[in-house]
């Protein structure tokens, strides 16, 4: 009895982590990442959190404590796992989520979050993107978010600040 109440609050606790920016890439990355039955558990862990950040998001709308840029949060995928520039990201642990904006004009509005060494130290950065002109929806995958941001000069210098020693590594791939 004991253990599967401690198992239940365990899985909770990922499902309250994941609803939050940093928990919601850490867990995409490791669902894409995964196969078999930790994929299966990863996807309703993602998905709770989805759904759990969602809730928030309704209740600071309701509360008046949300701006036009503002909206639900979505983890951005990797893409293809034979973009050379995907995989680099993967293995500099750089990950990356986004929230659409509810204007007439979305603005995404999309967190970089690079995972040091540690493993608990973390790098952010944040940048602004556009949406589809016509649905409003966000669906750029995490390279392509970078080489958008890579051709803006002001935009390519935050982004090699935050990159740190991969960099180069980016960069190379980018251009």
Known sequence: ??????????????????ATSDGLCETYRRFELASGAERDELRAVYLGGLSLADQEFQRRCA????????GP????????????????LIEGQIMGWARVGRGTHPVVVVGLMRLLPDQRTRERLRLRDSADPLLGTFTSTLP???RR??????????????????????GGLIT
């Open 149 to 170: 941001a890579w051709a803006d000069a002001e935009t390519r210098a935050k982004v090699q600040r935050f990159l740190g020693t991969h960099a180069s590594v980016v």
């Open 1 to 18: 009895m004991q253990l599967a109440a401690a198992r239940q609050r365990l899985a909770d606790a990922a499902v309250e982590y994941a």
């Open 73 to 88: 949060l979505q983890a951005l995928p990797v893409g293809s796992f034979d973009d050379p520039l995907g995989r680099a």
């Open 63 to 70: 509360l008046g404590h949300s701006r036009d840029e503002d």
């Open 144 to 146: 392509e978010v970078l």
